[in-house]
């Protein structure tokens, strides 16, 4: 692993992949948020895979979901039938004594085609009753991004799901009270020699030091990591830095420590900085040769808010951090205290960038919002309709008390070119604290109605 850690120029996106068919898929400019009379479309390199290609490359044959019959530790997805609504509840709790049968969130879902199958993984992070204060990282397949198939225990073959990466055990390191995937990206680099490239996670590690805040936080649980109801203002606030972790199969993971003592790629900012008590949610995206961009969220205690900042890097491992880009929401708004768990898609055609994003409001409650920038690095705007997805209400369903870490993903291209479909990805919070994963679908261009998952429809 020391040559893959002595990466440091010209990395790309997606690589020399036997075949790569950007297909393109239409998407709102932020004119279209306000006034939905147009739309610009935007390219998404979808995996397109030559099915004659070696199946031992690093990203071909390894999530997949037809292997689920010659291999008996896949589980298929189980739905708890105690819910009083499990309307758009996709993958749910763990059952038994897995590693995920306490909590679980932080989806980050990737679609794979090929000429003659459709390949879907989620790495997501979870936690179990016999561990309750550590997050782990799993892995989930599935054929159509809706049915999902898991597995209990650790992986051990390449073709296993479930647990794929838990906390250091180094006392030293910034991950040593669990880890979060924010991002996992196919990369290549003329530093690392492999026939398909290898993935590399983004993730957030948390370590138990608690933050002193004096910041307002009244009514608020702000722990971190971010606890599923609100509850006691006097939690403490775990300390958390963005990370990045290597594989070649998605599945066994190497850390590669960055430039701050602990391994971690960057460390909070300086007192009275915005992004003082910690970083977390480091997403990654590609704008260009020798420009990856990361978006983060912090808690500014000066101004009682959550926020969303940027970082930009040449090598993928080491950052500079360009500041705040997303506070607080005005008055009454949805995010009033802030947005957090940013995920961004950027609009190859006009160079525009879209972001979701959990909005918190004033009771602690959460909804996802969308945001717009023309260049990703500045003068984003809210999308004035308010939240894009709101909690199911009071009803006991189970995501009635909130959701959040917002995940997109395009699906099909329709005849003028427009998406048919957008899946958007989220983690629900129901009574007690109960999560789960959920997904909410919006046809075509309008992004203002994301409804939730009710079946296919013929």
């Known amino acids: 692993m020391e040559a893959i850690a002595a990466i440091n120029s010209q990395l790309t996106l997606a690589p020399k992949w036997p075949e790569i068919r950007p297909q393109t898929l239409n998407f709102h400019s932020y004119t279209t948020l306000i006034s939905r009379n147009k739309t610009t479309p935007l390219i998404l390199a979808h995996c397109t895979q030559n099915p004659n290609a070696d199946k031992q490359s690093p990203v071909d044959g390894h999530c997949r979901s037809s292997d689920s019959p010659k291999n008996p530790q896949l589980q298929s997805q189980p739905i708890s039938p105690n819910l009083s609504s499990t309307t ?50 799993g892995l989930a397949v599935s054929g159509n991004g809706i049915h999902w198939e898991r597995g209990g225990q650790g992986v051990r073959r390449n073709a296993d799901v479930g647990l794929v990466m838990s906390r250091s055990d180094n006392w030293w390191a910034f991950d040593t009270h669990g880890v979060r995937p924010s991002e996992v990206m196919v990369m290549s680099s003329n530093k690392v020699r492999s026939v398909a490239g290898v993935y590399w996670m983004y993730y957030t590690g948390y370590f138990p030091a608690s933050v002193d805040d004096s910041g307002d936080r009244s009514g608020l649980n702000f722990c971190n990591p971010d606890m599923a109801l609100p509850g006691d203002a006097n939690s403490d606030m775990l300390n958390s830095l963005p990370g990045l972790a290597i594989s070649q199969d998605g599945r066994h993971w190497a850390r590669i420590e960055g430039e701050h003592h602990t391994g971690a790629l960057l460390d909070v900012g300086d007192d009275g900085e915005w992004d003082s008590l910690f970083l977390a949610s480091p997403q990654v995206i590609f704008h260009g040769a020798g420009d990856l961009r990361m978006y983060y969220h912090a808690y500014d205690a000066e101004n009682g808010e959550f926020a969303i900042g940027l970082a930009r890097s040449r090598d993928g491992m080491r950052w500079l951090k360009l500041g705040k880009v997303l506070g607080a929401g005005g008055k009454g708004a949805f ?124």
Do not use: Q
Request: one cysteine or more; glycine letters at 18%.
């Open 88 to 137: 758009g509840l996709v993958f749910d709790l763990g059952a038994g004594d897995s590693w995920d049968n306490l909590e679980i969130g932080s989806p980050v879902v990737k679609r794979f085609l090929s000429d003659d199958e459709e390949r879907w993984c989620m790495w997501y992070h979870g936690r179990s009753r016999e561990n309750p204060a550590f997050d782990s990282i």
């Open 335 to 458: 995010d009033e205290r802030g947005a957090m768990n940013p995920r961004v898609v950027r609009n190859r055609e006009n160079g525009e960038y879209v972001m979701v994003y959990e909005g918190v409001g004033v009771d602690g409650r959460r909804a996802i919002g969308m945001a717009a920038s023309a260049d990703g690095l500045k003068g984003w705007r809210r999308a004035p309709e308010g939240p894009v997805l709101e909690s199911s209400g009071d009803g006991g369903g189970w995501d009635c008390r909130g959701v959040g870490m917002p995940w997109l993903v395009g699906v099909g291209v329709g005849v003028g070119g427009e998406s048919e479909e957008w899946r958007l990805y989220y983690r629900g919070i129901g009574e007690e604290g109960r999560t789960g994963i959920g997904l909410a679908v919006c046809h075509g261009s309008d992004f203002g109605s994301f409804r939730r998952w009710t079946g296919f429809h013929f």
